[in-house]
């Protein structure tokens, strides 16, 4: 019985791996715009650049665009325990980030005092976790603010580099002191296909960035690219390793069956004697197979149907579908295990 259940583990950890892989993949484009929420933003760049950006831009099939005004300033983020002291905080005005969020269709209703801020969901694992409400946040020597709203979605593209915050225009004019720069974003019908506009506008913003700030540049299109490639090769090194592992179990069954043939072989000549043929001998040792290749199987599939399941749900996406055909090639090949079991194990009793 040992050997079984460590086959099951085994069976289990293989089970998991390829849907959870398979699961993400298959969400891949989900996941990509919870993070990457905007087509194209970048620092608006000199008045030249700009005009050849605005030309590109034309004849795209846009769903929406704005502009917005942000400063870059380094803030103290510490007391959220999840960015360092140092990390870069993006300062947004309120007017702006209201307007940004209409034409997304985003919750915006907030009014904000002077001293509070808004925050986003930031890429962490669990979107609905708030790790920011109440926080109180250094933005320079004088100012600080208290965090009273942590926002479940992205207001910007999480490849930023920076946190994203919104205060009061008031509060904003005076941190700002004539250093704002405009970010100029853009959400496209067909992102994924976008490559080539990408490239181009990249190239022209990278030549001429604009003064006052650290240029900032990023796209759906080019993070959705690396989540494929990512994924791919967790795709290819879990199938891998999977494979592996089952036909690591599938043999130590098929060994394990095949080393009792040889001493069950006395009882089938006894059967043979009295009268059984092949046909019935074939079925009594597929009766005496099945329930010792199904129970690892079986619980296999249970286990591992319960941790996808708490994954699922915790990460809010659909796995069901990659979990099954996960599950269904996996039975397919194990099910091989067992008539290539059953074959030899008949050739070893009745030779």
């Not at 080393?259 to 009594?284: N, Q």
Request: charged share 20%.
């Amino acid at each position: 019985m040992l050997i079984l259940w460590v086959i099951s583990l085994f069976a289990t950890l293989t089970i998991f791996t390829a849907g959870t892989t398979a699961g993400l993949y298959n969400n891949l484009n989900k996941i990509s715009t919870e993070n990457h929420p905007v087509s194209l933003m970048y620092t608006v760049p000199g008045s030249e650049s700009g005009d050849k950006v605005n030309r590109l831009m034309k004849d795209a099939d846009t769903v929406y665009t704005d502009q917005i005004r942000y400063t870059e300033i380094e803030g103290d983020l510490s007391p959220t325990r999840r960015w360092p002291s140092d990390y870069p905080i993006i300062l947004i005005p309120e007017a702006d980030f209201h307007r940004l969020a209409g034409r997304m269709d985003k919750e915006h209703d907030l009014e904000l005092g002077i001293n509070e801020a808004i925050v986003f969901y930031d890429g962490n694992i669990n979107q609905a976790t708030d790790p920011y409400t109440g926080k109180q946040i250094r933005l320079n020597s004088s100012e600080k603010v208290r965090i009273v709203k942590y926002q479940n979605y992205g207001l910007l593209n999480q490849s930023l580099g920076a946190f994203p915050m919104v205060i009061d225009d008031g509060l904003y004019a005076k941190i700002a002191e004539g250093k704002t720069a405009q970010m100029r974003i853009y959400k496209l019908n067909h992102e994924k296909s976008s490559g080539s506009l990408v490239q181009a506008v990249e190239k022209i913003v990278a030549q001429n960035p604009s003064s006052g700030q650290p240029p900032i540049f990023s796209s759906f299109y080019q993070e959705y690219q690396k989540g494929m490639q990512t994924y791919g090769i967790l795709i290819f090194i879990s199938s891998f390793l999977g494979l592996v592992s089952l036909l690591a179990t599938g043999s130590m069954l098929h060994y394990k069956q095949l080393t009792e043939a040889a001493d069950d072989r006395p009882r089938y000549e006894i059967l043979d004697k009295i009268g059984m043929g092949r046909p019935e001998v074939r079925k009594a040792i597929a009766k005496q197979l099945l329930p010792i290749f199904m129970l690892p199987l079986v619980i296999a599939i249970g286990h591992s149907s319960i941790l996808i399941t708490a994954l699922s749900r915790y990460l809010h996406i659909n796995m069901l579908l990659p979990f099954v055909c996960s599950v269904g090639l996996y039975i397919v090949i194990y099910s091989l295990y067992y008539f290539i079991t059953l074959t030899k194990y008949e050739n070893v009793v009745t030779d």
